[in-house]
Structures are given as C-alpha cells and as structure tokens.
C-alpha cells in the first residue's frame, strides 16, 4: 500500500479518493480525460489495462467471414477486449507453435549429429537386440 504524501492531499487537508483528489474533482478530471474518446478507447482507459500497441499495417486486416464470426462471438462472450486482441492472440499462439518447432528441429539435428558420432543401429538391429536379453533373462528365469 502506498503512503500518502502532501501532494496527495486535497486543499482541505483530508486525504481523498482518486490518488489524493476529492471524488468531485476525480470525477471531473476522468471527464476531461474521456471527453473525445472512442467508446472503445474509453473501455481501454477505465479497465486500467495497458493499450494494445498500435500497428499501422493491420488497419486494412480482414478476416474470413467464418473467423470474423468466431472473434465477434469471443468479444461478445468477454473473452476478449476486441478483434484486434482476438487476433494478437491468434498471432502469440503461431509464434509459440513455430518456437516448439524450431525446437523439435533442433532436438532433430542434435540426435542427428549423435548419431553420426557416435554410430546407430536400424529398427531391424535393435528389436533382434530386445529379444536376444528377453530370451536370455527367460532361459535365465527356469
């Protein structure tokens, strides 16, 4: 919690609502601070959310109608602020399924590389393998 200080102090002296001002002159401020704003943008302001940054190239973005439709019904639900946050989430999502996989590919070229130090047996190889220590701890076993 934070303290308050003498700035956060009304004319009165008394400690008020609002980062230290009276409720009328919060009330009065956040007027002024919404007065010419989108609806949107308003949302935005009082929901104390940080903005979602502004990309100049996704003005012209536009979805198939099937997609369209599903972010609508997400907004619609409260998921989600708006389209544009439905679509950042779209976009976060390809970015962490092109992370995994330029993971796996990574864990791919490392077995490789193991590999080709270290030598590998076929599927055929291995199985013959298995079942000769199968064999011997069953004979072991009688």
């Known amino acids: ?8 102090r009304s004319d009165d002296g ?5 980062g230290g001002m009276t409720s009328e002159r919060a009330s009065s401020s956040l007027a002024v ?5 989108s609806e949107r943008r308003k949302r935005e302001i009082l929901s104390g959310r940080p903005p979602l ?8 973005m536009s ?7 599903y972010a609508a019904e997400a907004v619609a ?10 679509v950042a989430a779209g976009v976060d999502l390809l970015r962490q399924r092109d992370a995994a996989r ?3 590919l990574a864990s791919v070229l490392a077995a490789e590389e193991e590999a080709d130090r ?6 055929d190889e291995m199985l013959a393998r298995v079942r000769a220590r199968l064999a011997e701890k069953h004979s072991a076993a009688v």
């Open 1 to 8: 919690m934070r303290r308050a200080r003498a700035s956060d």
């Open 14 to 18: 008394v400690e008020g609502a609002a």
């Open 33 to 37: 601070i919404l007065s010419g704003r």
């Open 53 to 60: 940054p502004y990309i100049p190239g996704m003005d012209g």
């Open 63 to 69: 979805l198939p109608p099937e997609l369209e439709k």
């Open 77 to 86: 639900a409260g998921r989600y602020r708006d389209v544009g946050e439905v």
């Open 102 to 104: 330029a993971s796996f």
């Open 118 to 123: 270290e030598g590998c047996v076929s599927g």
